[in-house]
């Protein structure tokens, strides 16, 4: 049974940062590549930032391009979020996913992924 579980949300101030942080189980976690995505309240959800398997490959959406790092700890099966300079257009739930086949890179698309986390919240006050 593979499981996502997300962490780190929370509200701050414009110009702040967050770090959010997604734990994977129940399968071989440096196998698959990571994505995060996320969804503002009447939008539909969006493709934020994935990263290879190994690590060594990133892409992100020109939107967060520059404020977002997106990086991944194998030994801990753990994949993260790093959020600085956050705007309140910031403001969703984001959700991290995991892809478990080898196919187009980047991997941009929700149907890319098998696997998804519950969400956390990240709210930006202006």
């Known amino acids: 049974q593979v499981q996502l579980v997300e962490s780190g949300g929370g509200l701050v101030q414009a110009g702040g940062s967050l770090r959010l942080s997604c734990a994977a189980s129940?399968?071989?976690?440096?196998?698959?590549?990571m994505g995060w995505f996320r969804q503002a309240p009447g939008k539909e959800r969006e493709f934020v930032a994935v990263i290879n398997r190994s690590g060594g490959t990133t892409y992100y959406a020109d939107s967060v391009k520059g404020r977002f790092t997106i990086s991944r700890d194998n030994a801990k099966n753990t994949v993260y979020l790093q959020m600085n300079s956050l705007k309140f257009e910031d403001t969703a739930v984001y959700y991290c996913?995991?892809?478990?086949?080898?196919?187009?890179?980047?991997?941009?698309?929700?149907?890319?992924?098998?696997?998804w986390g519950q969400g956390t919240q990240v709210t930006v006050s202006s």
């Open positions: 129940g399968r071989t976690f440096s196998n698959d590549a």
């Open positions: 996913a995991l892809r478990t086949y080898v196919d187009r890179w980047p991997p941009v698309y929700g149907y890319e992924y098998s696997y």
